[in-house]
């Protein structure tokens, strides 16, 4: 960079305010909800439970936002990549079921580990098969995205049957991470945890990779104007690809967490938490990570704190939330212009 | 006319049941100024989508460097060494001024010397380096769109309506920063409605009218020639200045 360019002075500079308004809802819903409870320990669980909730929501819907927001492709078969990671914990957990049994955080640590690798690889896999044989041919038209994904995601649950059966199945948590942390009448479960310190793991890499790399550059000017992008040299078709690859590898990673946590396997399982994934990137702003990073904590605290204050109205606090951010903000909490 | 570094011939575009081009055959002079001119509708920025491979001609031939582009992809187009400023600009208005420019310069870090010229030819750019690109006013998004293709040398510039709803002061700017890059060499294709803006930057005009080319030759031949004008663009210099 030129010393004239360098030299700038940021004091002299017109500052952009930043939009930290969003960023409270999170903090602001848990400290508003407190008082709402009889007892901390009931905030606290709670509390926890939903972020850990949250964070799972977060690695289920982070890659769908990403590839609606660089592609413009509604993909309705995004459950699948995380049925699809859930049960490629399958692969790890039969031939090391010993790891998951004993007492050893290391190697219980290992074994998720490599349940997370797997199921990675896998649904990147598929992914690529996916794009190149389903989503490939309807760019551009919702329409048939939705028929073709929602096509493609009855035949690779089918797939899915024939592999594994239709029966549900169950999985267990590796030994040390089951039970809670107890710090006097508050309870918190150990998986929920980790589920906490992988959410934020990958939103700080997602982040990192986004506002700091030429391919992350490349994505946020992709998801603006994709054909200014190929103006200026770059083949938006291989970003394409490879989006759509890791969306479909952050769902399998989402889908192993989501199975350890209900415990029990079921080809549908992707598709149940999709309406929850879908509200989350309409709330974050189509193509926002951080969009959807915040809508995903704030569904998730909803949810666990409504179920427990007001039951009968569980159904439909997610939907009530949504409404009321979009007549806040129409194009979602961090509205993405694209051209 | 000296070497052209650009030939379109007998080209056609349709787009969707639109016969939009007829058969537009012109060439780009290496190191001039060329202007691109005609009415509304006439197929102007037709023509420099087409160049990209934005929109695909349906028959004819553009070569580009003694290379056929006519079926290439937008982005081996622009990599062969043709930038574009499209009338939209396409700022990413979500990255910052430095980003715009950084993701411009395909094959590494930006010259500094070269940073230097483009910040001196549009200074106000140097203000909001490390602004969100959306903050900037309509001319000054306009700059970075030109600063953006100028971040690393190319062989042709197309340019598309550059001072398209800027104020008078705005396009004085724009005339003096065409004028430098003229007398740095470049070639550049520059579609315009502006006539005073025309007459002063042109070495050639290519006046397009219903999708055919109805007049190419000198500026100076069209500036001198108000009836000229009259008929192809429905315009006197007069009205223009």
């Not at chain 1, 399958?90 to 050893?104: C, H, I, R």
Request: glycine share 10%.
């Amino acid at each position: 960079m030129s010393s004239s360019v360098a030299d700038t002075k940021p004091g002299d500079l017109p500052r952009t305010p930043r939009d930290w308004v969003p960023l409270l809802l999170v903090p602001a819903l848990m400290v508003l909800a407190a008082p709402l409870f009889g007892n901390v320990s009931s905030w606290v669980t709670l509390t926890t439970a939903g972020l850990a909730m949250g964070m799972m929501i977060f690695l289920m819907a982070s890659g769908l936002t990403l590839v609606f927001g660089l592609m413009d492709v509604i993909n309705f078969g995004h459950g699948v990549f995380i049925s699809l990671g859930a049960y490629a914990t399958l692969l790890v957990l039969g031939p090391l079921a010993a790891w998951g049994e004993a007492d050893s955080l290391v190697l219980n640590l290992s074994l998720l580990g490599l349940c997370i690798l797997a199921a990675m690889a896998v649904t990147a896999a598929v992914g690529m098969l996916f794009e190149r044989v389903i989503v490939r041919p309807v760019y551009g038209s919702h329409l048939k995205q939705i028929l073709v994904t929602v096509g493609g995601l009855i035949v690779a649950e089918q797939f899915i049957h024939a592999i594994w059966g239709a029966s549900p199945i169950t999985v267990a948590l590796p030994q040390t991470l089951r039970g809670a942390f107890v710090f006097g009448d508050v309870a918190i479960e150990r998986y929920r945890v980790i589920a906490v310190v992988i959410g934020l793991a990958v939103f700080g890499l997602m982040h990192l990779v986004l506002n700091r790399t030429r391919i992350g550059l490349l994505i946020r000017a992709g998801v603006e104007n994709a054909e200014m992008v190929e103006s200026l040299g770059y083949r938006i078709r291989r970003l394409f690809v490879s989006v759509f690859v890791a969306g479909s590898a952050l769902a399998g990673l989402g889908g192993v967490m989501w199975a350890f946590y209900r415990q029990t396997l079921t080809a549908g399982m992707g598709m149940d938490v999709m309406v929850l994934v879908f509200i989350v990137i309409i709330i974050g702003g189509l193509g926002s990570i951080g969009g959807c990073f915040v809508g995903s904590l704030l569904i998730a605290l909803t949810a666990n704190y409504v179920g427990f204050l007001a039951p009968k109205l569980a159904l439909v606090s997610n939907i009530l939330v949504m409404a009321l951010v979009l007549i806040w903000r129409p194009q979602g909490l961090f509205p993405v212009n694209r051209q | 006319m000296a070497e052209a570094i650009l030939t379109l011939e007998g080209v056609h575009t349709h787009i969707g049941p639109y016969h939009i081009l007829q058969g537009v055959s012109f060439g780009i002079a290496r190191g001039e100024l060329t202007m691109l001119l005609g009415r509304n509708g006439a197929g102007k920025t037709t023509t420099l989508r087409t160049i990209m491979g934005l929109w695909q001609a349906s028959s004819g031939r553009i070569t580009f460097d003694g290379r056929e582009i006519t079926a290439s992809a937008t982005p081996d187009i622009a990599r062969s060494g043709i930038a574009y400023v499209p009338e939209s600009m396409g700022i990413f208005t979500g990255l910052t001024v430095r980003e715009n420019i950084v993701l411009a310069a395909r094959s590494g870090p930006v010259d500094p010397a070269r940073l230097d010229w483009i910040l001196g030819l549009f200074p106000a750019l140097r203000r909001f380096w490390d602004l969100p690109a959306g903050n900037l006013s309509g001319g000054q998004k306009q700059m970075l769109a030109i600063a953006r293709a100028i971040a690393e040398p190319r062989r042709l510039l197309l340019v598309d309506e550059p001072t398209k709803g800027l104020a008078p002061v705005m396009i004085r700017s724009m005339i003096e920063a065409f004028q430098a890059l003229k007398a740095a060499g470049e070639t550049i294709l520059l579609v315009e409605q502006n006539f005073h803006a025309a007459s002063v930057l042109g070495d050639r005009a290519v006046v397009i009218d219903d999708g055919r080319v109805a007049h190419q030759g000198p500026m100076s031949e069209l500036v001198a020639d108000t009836d000229l004008q009259q008929r192809l663009l429905g315009l006197s210099m007069d009205t223009h200045q």
